[in-house]
């Protein structure tokens, strides 16, 4: 079936520094591809979103290019902040009416 | 921009009581959908729910579940018999009807069964 696979975290960086959280799919069909950021005590918020092959979607910064060849979708950020600190889950909707998610990467951004 | 809304943020209730948590999905939107976050674990797919019925629904949403749009705005989803394992966040989201919309959520519920 369907799924999505996130790298574990919980990551903590300092801020300025680079960011990547690896995400890989596997879906059959053409999925659209999201990624969602839950802050502290809030509902999940659409980050950004690409929906075919070769498709980059960015938003605040970060940015997330489908890869079809490799199944990822990996999500980058060049020089994070504080305020960046959350949890991010990639997610995965297909044919049917279901979004996967996955289990979530928590990111802390250090002064 | 408009927002899904749910209430009670935080809705407190002991073993074997109902309870019912209310969303207000975005108004043109058709597809709905109750997702739940046990505390530091992943989201959770329970039912989707498009044209007033149930369209998909996964094991967790078992038959003390139910979902129910009672008029134009509302989309309720009801426990019957709370247990102490259904204390997780609850979320509500909608989507529009053009393929590959996203999910819009609302800030979630928090429900701790005693």
């Known amino acids: 079936g369907d799924s999505v696979t996130q790298m574990e975290g919980p990551v903590t960086l300092s801020e300025e520094a680079f960011l990547t959280i690896n995400c890989t799919y596997t879906?059959?069909?053409?999925?659209?591809l999201f990624w969602y950021v839950q802050y502290p005590g809030e509902g999940l918020q659409l980050l950004l979103k690409?929906?075919?092959?070769?498709d980059k979607g960015s938003n605040k910064g970060f940015e997330a290019t489908y890869r079809k060849e490799t199944t990822s979708f990996h999500l980058e950020k060049g020089s994070v902040q504080v305020s960046d600190s959350a949890v991010y889950f990639c997610?995965?909707?297909?044919?049917?009416?279901?979004?996967?998610f996955g289990t979530g990467t928590s990111l802390t951004v250090i002064p | 921009e408009p927002e899904v809304t749910q209430t009670p943020s935080h809705q407190v209730t002991q073993m074997g009581q109902e309870v019912i948590l209310r969303c207000v999905p975005i108004?043109?939107?058709?597809?709905f959908y109750w997702y739940r976050q046990i505390l530091g674990q992943k989201v959770e797919f329970l039912v989707s729910?498009?044209?007033?019925?149930?369209?998909?629904k996964s094991e967790i949403f078992d038959d003390q579940f139910s979902v129910e749009r009672p008029d134009g705005s509302n989309f309720t989803l009801k426990i019957r018999s709370t247990k102490l394992e259904d204390s997780a966040m609850y979320f509500c989201?909608?989507?529009?009807?053009?393929?590959?919309?996203?999910?819009?959520f609302g800030n979630g519920t928090r429900l701790t069964v005693t």
């Open positions: 989201a909608s989507r529009g009807d053009r393929n590959n919309s996203p999910l819009h």
């Open positions: 879906a059959t069909g053409y999925p659209s």
């Open positions: 690409a929906t075919k092959a070769d």
């Open positions: 997610a995965l909707w297909s044919t049917g009416n279901q979004f996967y």
């Open positions: 108004s043109n939107h058709l597809y």
């Open positions: 729910f498009y044209n007033n019925e149930i369209s998909e």
